[in-house]
């Protein structure tokens, strides 16, 4: 059972004080997007082996969303950052670097 | 028109621990801009307590602030005080975007006595509860078994104990349960 | 026979006699006895039959790998099958019982199958119960749902009696296992500073180092273990638990720990059982090791045991298991047994050594004391049917030609040992094979890794591979200071104490006796005890090409048992790797799962039975509807009123009651449960017109308007009243079961998507009762109350207003789920109760009816008012429910308005609602389809719509009913066919789903 540390309230949360959200970084594509983008927004995910970006909310807490980056292999946890943000911000890309030299994800790296 | 109740009418039970539901009490939840020196110091003023920090549990008595997220406070205070301390709230806040919402009838209250009280907490919450890692003044929200609630320590010997009001019962027998004599722990006194 | 010595059993208390009883029969033991050494003092060899051949068993072992002796203990609600008798402490009044046996123990009809055994081979379940199919239904399963199982279910009336409990901790340093290895790892572990949890399966510390003997730091291993017991309980830092079984180790540093607190004394105060949820930084088991059987014909006959275990029986509880011991080994340990057994005055007529090297000093001095040793020798076949009555010695390299005789009635038995390695494993930690020790141990450098990647199991003494006292209170001082370390604490290089035993010579790998075994004691040499499997049967399997160990095991069912394999999984792993020729580690081991013996499913559940079962959530009038005879229904982990029955009336009378009097004069509807939720600040209209399909933005403070509410699919997900409170402040009602997934869905788009929107959300749905006031005679009733306003001028149809009401502060809507007058009254929870009494008497002259949430259905569905749950299902659109006068036009986005231009959505042929009237005015069966010519790809009858909601009207005096149809809206006054799960068709024609005023005449007054 993993745990995350919920960056707005700092609690190490273990998995059944949060709720698992998917994946993070999505863009909405509203009324007026093509099908394929439509079809992309709702429907296609990453499913990697290794480095990963999710959504959590600290549910049984303070209710915040935020994002994780963790190993699905391993469950190692590189960092989690906040909600508000549409990229994986630097400071967590370079913590996976670290780690996981090479590393790919969507168009991150 | 009658007085209101409370959801429990102050039920009680001794084991270990007592077990008690603190009857009415004010709360009024907050919402705003916690970096706000305007936002705090209105809430800290109708509060009559100092702003909490990150979770932690501001308390003078009856009342009180609760740090409950980055953006959300609740001021705790006399119940029949709510009305008033929102109002003024709302009339400080008024060009500000906040939320003040007088909650005092959502939810209840429970106090737990006794040397086990971190033992009883420790069965039914995912927290650590060990002297040295939950000291009194901090607050926590979390689950106890099944329900959201929230807690703190005025003492190593006192709890308070918070979720909403239709689990009051399932609270009351949980607390209780965990209370019952001959189950203390023994890890953190008790 | 097996009994008790004069003298001896450093566990026993001897002035401190216990009653038991065993298959109905008095026995006594003493305080400190295990169930099987109570039972072996009392000459009751024989404990049990095994699961496929009803062979008569004894215990093998002397802890938890026991595989034979499993037991029913206890009666009526304490009832609980396969018991270890092994791990049960004695206490006064236990009762067991023997399982898998009919009529007795002693006389078993089943140990026929014995006989059957070689048309029962492995995968024989398999095999024959394929064909003929349809034999299965009638013929297979019932007769291997008879026959399956080891002990019996308890009875399915009974309740478990006891209580259970989780328990929470928080450590840096978690060290499962009290012996030696454990107790020196705590020790260099805890004086770091570190905190420290140590947790013991039995209620002893020390482990087997006071059974075998040596000395540490010129202490016995008991006195050593008494002074580190006292060392480490003075250490503030140091929390030590015995009876409690490290069960399971998970991701992140998670472990369970499995303590049985009253077990042992069954009349003692609070829980049974305690669940330990253990968050460790890092984990050290020092979990020992177990000894391995040895596989020959026999070895499975009462009396044939583990070496280690008859020591254990011989020294811990001063027992016998025979007066002529026969010891056979392929290691040195085994002639401690000869040598305590000898100097225990009984006879050990023959150690037979399977190395033609023999053994060391120990041998030496086994011979000394004149013991007669047989070097390069095995046991060809055991003699003796319930008990043994000898052995027959062969060569250990030849056929198993026999050499000779020894008359005896016990073995025994010494395969070597092997680390547990189980509590290593669980959470992916890597093992390699050891040549030398012929063992699976923990490879260095494979553990568990932990939240940032870095190790969080290590694994210290025997159970590391350390099997020497010196060797495995060296590496766990080592173990135990590393883990500190690794968890942020300084620990001193440690140097264990001095320690001595005998010098051993090298153990000789055996995996069969003797090694050219033929086939008749190939089948009778067992190596799984509780499922009956034989070497002959993993050898079978391998010849019908089982290649994958894993296979294997199900195949056979090797290590499927209760005991998991515990004693057979090296020695059936062995057994496939020499038949597939290939080496041990590549064919490797089966995954290691917790828990490590079973745990109760009580510890399990902890709190969650009865009343905490699950939570029941109430509203503030819920007394009020226990005491007026509420026939409830769960809604969600609500429960509301389902109807209010009276008398004599059954639920249907009593709904047919409560929609009359709503419709001809009042009733009253406790609607507390409905989901409130305010959404307040600048861009809060903004917000609400991207959450709901219509426009709420435009909606006037004051006033009232019903939404509906979307997912990104398209797919309807909620629906209410919204009631603008002031410019920057809206109230949203939402379903019962909306109220947290909706308040949930706001913050998500809040929070992660629109978070530049300044809006704040508050679930206020349990601040208020809401009593829902209805009928013809609402307003009159409310103006009896006084207090303010509520004419049609002053609070008109969709309106709201606060005031009193009877002196109660109000918040009333006039909103309608009915079609009549109705006003929905909110109250401060602490006043709902008072208000309901309050209503409930200003209202008797009208008759003032309580009504549940099946008359709610009724009138609702006489309104056509949909209901999110039965009309729509995840795949429904408002447009499938004729709302498109809820869908804004003119927004340019809302959540859900790509989704519904997907050409699926727009598809003309989707089905839509409809009114259905049956032709002959009965019930429409619940979610009956309609059904249409011809048939679909898979012969089945096509479909052209179905039902959603279906109900008696007790206003129109018939059945009527809502449903989906192709082209329904434009299909009014057709009939179609409903199917009845009696096999016959409904006509219903297409109606309207307005079937009660619809102009709305009656809501608007």
New interface residues.
């Given amino acids: 059972m993993l745990t995350l540390k919920c960056p ?4 190490q ?2 998995e ?2 949060l709720h698992a959200g998917g994946e993070a970084h999505l863009t909405r594509f509203g009324p007026d997007s093509s099908d394929d983008d439509f079809e992309t927004y709702l429907f296609t995910r990453e499913n990697p082996k290794g480095v990963h970006f999710e959504r959590w909310r600290h549910s ?5 969303w935020f994002h994780a980056a963790r190993c699905t292999m391993t469950l190692e946890v590189f960092g989690t950052y906040p909600a508000q943000t549409t990229e994986p911000p630097q400071d967590i890309r370079d913590a996976i670097t670290a780690k996981r030299p090479g590393w790919t994800w969507r168009e991150f790296s | ?2 007085e ?4 429990l009418r102050r039920a009680r039970y001794a084991g270990f621990v007592t077990v008690e539901e603190a009857g ?1 009490q004010g709360m009024v ?1 907050i ?2 801009d916690l970096s706000s020196d305007a936002f705090t110091s209105a809430v800290s003023d109708a509060a009559g307590v100092p702003m909490p920090g ?2 932690e549990a501001s308390l003078d008595g009856r009342n009180g602030l609760l740090w ?5 406070l609740m001021l705790l205070c006399p119940y029949p005080e709510a009305d008033r301390a929102m109002a003024r709230l709302q009339a400080t806040l008024s060009d500000t ?3 003040a ?7 209840a209250m429970f106090t737990l006595q006794g040397n086990g009280v971190r ?1 009883v907490l ?9 002297p040295d ?1 939950f000291r009194p003044g901090m607050l ?4 106890l ?4 609630a929230a807690f703190w320590l005025r003492s190593d010997t006192q709890a308070e104990v918070i979720c ?7 609270m009351m ?2 607390l209780s ?2 209370a ?6 023994g ?1 953190h006194g008790g | 026979m097996s009994m008790r010595l004069p003298t001896g059993g450093r566990l026993t208390d001897r002035s401190y006699r216990m009653e038991f009883t065993f298959n109905g029969k008095r026995m006594t033991g003493y305080a400190g006895d295990t169930l099987a050494s109570a039972l072996l003092a009392n000459d009751q060899l024989l404990m049990g039959r095994s699961f496929k051949y009803h062979r008569p068993r004894g215990p093998v072992a002397s802890g938890a790998e026991e595989p034979n002796a499993l037991v029913n203990l206890g009666k009526g609600d304490r009832f609980e099958p396969n018991q270890r008798a092994t791990t049960t402490e004695l206490f006064n009044g236990l009762t067991a019982t023997s399982q898998n046996h009919w009529p007795s123990l002693e006389a078993d009809i089943g140990a026929l199958n014995t006989h059957l055994s070689r048309v029962l081979p492995a995968g024989f379940y398999y095999k024959m119960f394929m064909y003929p199919r349809a034999f299965w239904k009638h013929v297979y399963e019932p007769f291997i749902r008879q026959s399956a199982g080891l002990g019996k279910a308890p009875d399915a009336e009974s309740r478990d009696a006891d ?1 259970y ?6 450590t840096d340093v978690l060290v499962v296992g009290g012996g030696v290895a454990g107790l020196m790892a705590a020790k260099t572990a805890a004086q770091s500073g570190a ?1 420290v949890l140590l947790l013991e399966q039995s209620a002893h510390w020390g482990g087997r180092a006071p059974v075998d003997g040596g000395t540490i730091g010129g202490q016995s291993p008991e006195d050593w273990t008494d002074a580190t017991l006292a060392e480490l309980q003075a250490m503030p830092n140091v ?1 030590l638990r015995s009876r409690t079984m490290g069960a399971g180790v998970y991701d992140h540093g998670y472990a369970l720990g499995y303590e049985r607190l009253t077990d042992h004394a069954p009349e ?4 049974r059982h ?1 669940l330990w ?1 253990i ?1 460790a930084k890092q984990i050290v088991t020092a979990t020992g090791a177990i000894e391995r059987p040895l596989s020959f014909a026999g070895n499975d006959i009462p009396g044939v045991m583990l070496a280690s275990a008859m020591r254990d029986y011989l020294v811990n509880w001063g027992v016998s298991i025979g007066d002529r011991t026969v010891v056979v080994t392929n290691n040195d340990d085994a002639y401690r047994t000869a040598i305590a057994l000898k100097k225990a005055g009984l006879d050990v007529p023959a150690i037979i050594d399977a190395r033609s090297y023999g053994g060391g000093a120990l041998m030496a001095e086994a011979r000394a004391m004149g013991i007669r040793v047989e070097q390069g020798r095995g046991v060809a076949k055991v003699l003796g049917g319930k008990r043994v009555t000898g052995v027959a010695v062969c060569n250990q390299l030849g056929e198993g030609a026999v050499l000779d005789e020894i008359a005896c009635d016990a073995v025994a038995m010494s395969g070597g040992w092997s680390p547990v390695v189980h509590l290593w494993s669980h959470c992916g930690g890597k093992l390699d094979w050891d040549e030398a020790g012929a063992f699976f141990r923990p490879r260095a450098g494979a553990a568990p890794t932990d939240a940032d990647g870095k190790p969080f199991v290590s694994v210290a003494g025997a159970a590391d591979g350390h099997m020497t006292l010196a060797g495995l209170l060296q590496d766990a001082a080592e173990t135990g200071a590393a883990a500190a370390t690794a968890a942020g604490f300084d620990a001193a290089q440690t140097v264990a104490p001095e320690a001595e035993e005998v010098a051993e010579k090298p153990l000789e790998p055996v995996w069969l006796m003797p090694q050219g075994a033929r086939y008749d004691l190939r089948m009778k040499a067992w190596l799984d005890y509780q499922n009956d499997v034989k070497v002959s049967d993993v050898q079978l399997a391998a010849r019908e090409g089982y290649e994958s160990v894993e296979h294997t095991k199900r195949y056979t069912t090797l290590g499927m048992a209760t005991d998991q394999g515990k004693l057979s999984n090296i020695n059936g792993l062995a057994t496939l790797s020499n038949a597939l020729g290939e080496s041990i580690p590549q064919v490797g081991t089966t995954t290691f799962r917790p828990p490590y013996t079973p745990i109760s499913m009580g510890a399990i559940a ?3 039975h009865g ?2 079962f ?7 009038i819920h007394a009020w509807h226990e005491e007026n005879g509420a026939h409830w229904e769960p809604v969600g ?2 429960r509301r009123p389902y109807c209010y029955p009276k008398g004599e009336e059954d639920h249907a009378q009593a709904v047919i009651r409560e929609v009359k009097a709503v419709r001809q004069s009042l009733g009253l509807l406790d609607a507390s449960t409905l989901g409130k939720i ?1 959404v ?3 861009d809060a209209g903004r917000f609400l017109d991207m959450l709901y399909t219509n426009m709420m933005s435009t909606l006037k403070p004051g006033k009232c308007r019903y939404g509906l509410m979307c997912s990104e699919n398209g797919f309807l997900i909620d629906d209410g009243v919204v009631a603008r409170i002031d410019e920057d402040t809206f109230l949203c009602h939402t379903t019962t079961g909306g109220a947290e997934s909706i308040h949930a869905h706001m913050e998500e788009w809040l929070q992660t998507e629109w978070w530049d929107w ?1 809006v ?1 959300t ?1 679930n ?5 009762a809401q009593i829902a006031v209805v009928g013809p005679k609402a307003r009159m009733l409310l103006e009896k109350l006084g207090g303010m306003n509520v004419s049609k001028e002053a609070l008109p149809f969709m309106a709201w207003k606060d005031g009193t009401l ?3 502060p109000v918040r009333v809507y006039r909103i309608s789920f009915s079609g009549e007058l109705s006003y929905e009254i909110a109250t ?4 709902g ?2 208000l309901w009494d309050l209503l409930c008497a200003r209202g008797a002259e009208w008759n003032i009816t309580p009504y549940g949430t099946e008359a709610l259905h009724v009138l609702r569905a006489e309104k056509g008012f949909i209901m999110i749950g039965d009309e729509t299902d995840g795949t429904v659109i408002p447009q499938d429910l004729g709302l498109n006068w809820a869908i804004s036009k003119k927004k340019v986005d809302y959540l859900g308005k790509r989704a519904q231009a997907w050409p699926h959505m727009t598809d003309p042929a989707r089905w839509k609602l409809v009114g259905l009237l049956t032709e002959d005015s009965s019930v429409l069966p619940e979610g009956a389809y309609a059904v249409a010519d011809g048939t679909n790809a898979n012969g089945q009858r096509n479909t052209q719509g179905r039902v959603t909601s279906t109900y008696f009207s007790p206003t129109l005096g018939r059945g009527i009913a809502m449903g989906l149809v192709l082209n329904g809206p434009d299909r009014m006054g057709e009939v179609i066919e409903f199917t009845h799960i009696e096999g016959f068709t409904v006509p219903a024609r297409i109606v309207d789903p307005v079937f009660y005023d619809p102009e709305g005449e009656k809501q608007n007054v």
């Fill in positions: 707005y309230c700092g609690v949360a273990e059944t004080e049984h807490g303070c209710g915040k | 028109m009658s209101p109740v409370s959801a009415l939840q919402r705003g990150l979770r409950m997220s980055p953006d959300e975007h906040h939320l919402l007088n909650v005092s009838d959502a939810r033992d420790a069965k039914l919450a995912p927290v650590d509860m060990a890692a926590r929200r979390t689950r078994a099944q329900v959201a909403f009001r239709s689990v009051a019962p399932y027998e949980l349960t965990a019952r004599p001959g189950s203390a722990v890890l | 209580s409990e989780h328990f929470y901790h928080f905190k929390t003692a105060p609070g829980p305690r949820r968050r902890g709190e969650a009343a905490l699950q939570p029941v959530r109430q509203t503030p982990q609500w305010i307040k600040g600048p300044q704040y508050a206020v749905t349990e601040q208020f009877g002196g109660f401060p929870a602490g006043h109760r008072a």
